[in-house]
């Protein structure tokens, strides 16, 4: 089992910024891929950013340029640093696991979430 717990979201105005974090615990191994994952209400929940097992990165479109996924793996810890948020930002925010060297970009390819940080960003 994995455990994942992610902190660091809030309310801010459009144009801020924010940094979540998600501490992972439990069985992990080097073969486990991480992702951020986000839900905004009534939508279905979306890739946002991961990490391949090569260390490469993948962002979706709507999120490149502004958001930075990046790693402490002595913390056992992912980061989603996001600048310049907008409006459509507004989601709960999911950090992901999958026992798999390919970073999961669809969440039935997650086996592990965490319970969610709400991100809401005012215009």
């Known amino acids: 089992q994995v455990q994942l717990v992610e902190s660091g979201g809030g309310l801010v105005q459009a144009g801020a910024s924010l940094r979540l974090s998600c501490v992972a615990s439990?069985?992990?191994?080097?073969?486990?891929?991480m992702a951020w994952f986000r839900q905004a209400p009534g939508k279905e929940r979306e890739f946002v950013a991961g990490?391949?097992?090569?260390?490469?990165?993948d962002y979706a479109d709507s999120v490149k340029g502004r958001f930075t996924i990046s790693r402490d793996n002595a913390k056992s810890t992912v980061y989603l640093q996001m600048n310049n948020l907008k409006p459509e930002d507004t989601a709960v925010y999911y950090c992901?696991?999958?026992?798999?060297?390919?970073?999961?970009?669809?969440?039935?390819?997650?086996?592990?979430w965490g319970q969610g940080t709400q991100v809401t960003v005012s215009s």
């Open positions: 992901a696991a999958r026992r798999h060297i390919v970073m999961p970009t669809d969440p039935g390819q997650v086996d592990y």
């Open positions: 439990g069985r992990t191994f080097s073969t486990t891929t």
């Open positions: 990490f391949s097992w090569t260390g490469s990165t």
